[in-house]
C-alpha cells in the first residue's frame, strides 16, 4: 500500500489548505490514521488523528483551526487547515496504521506571513 499526499503549497497567514492523502489500494477501516508535520530543525510532531471508531484528537497548537476526516470507501484522509499561521510551516505526513504503519511522502505547507 502506498500513500500519495498532496494539497500543500504557499498560502498567505489567514488562508486556508486543504491536504488529502490517499491510500494506493483498499485497507478497509484503519486502527488509526493521521497527520504529522516537521519543520525545519524541529522534531515530527502528531497534528491530529483519527481512531477507527471516529474520535479525533489535535495537537493544542491546532485545535479549533484544524479537521481531519476521512474517506474509507475512497481510501482517502483529509486535513483541513484553516486560518494558517507562519508557525504552521512545515512538511505535513500522513499515515495510516492497520496492523502496520504506512507513511506518505510528504507535502510541503508555507504560510507567509
Known amino acids: 500500500v502506498q500513500l500519495q499526499a498532496s494539497g500543500g503549497g504557499l498560502v498567505q497567514a489567514g488562508g486556508s489548505l486543504r491536504l488529502s492523502c490517499t491510500a494506493s489500494?483498499?485497507?478497509?477501516?484503519?486502527?488509526?490514521s493521521g497527520w504529522y508535520r516537521q519543520a525545519p530543525g524541529k522534531q515530527r510532531e502528531l497534528v491530529a488523528i483519527?481512531?477507527?471508531?471516529?474520535?479525533?484528537d489535535y495537537a493544542d497548537s491546532v485545535k479549533g483551526r484544524f479537521t481531519i476526516s476521512r474517506d474509507i470507501r475512497k481510501n482517502t484522509l483529509y486535513l483541513q487547515m484553516n486560518t494558517l499561521k507562519p508557525e504552521d510551516t512545515a512538511v505535513y505526513y500522513c499515515?495510516?496504521?492497520?496492523?502496520?504503519?504506512?507513511w506518505g511522502q510528504g507535502t510541503q505547507v508555507t504560510v507567509s506571513s
Open positions: 499515515y495510516v496504521y492497520k496492523g502496520v504503519a504506512y
Open positions: 489500494s483498499s485497507i478497509g477501516r484503519p486502527n488509526a
Open positions: 483519527i481512531r477507527a471508531n471516529g474520535d479525533t
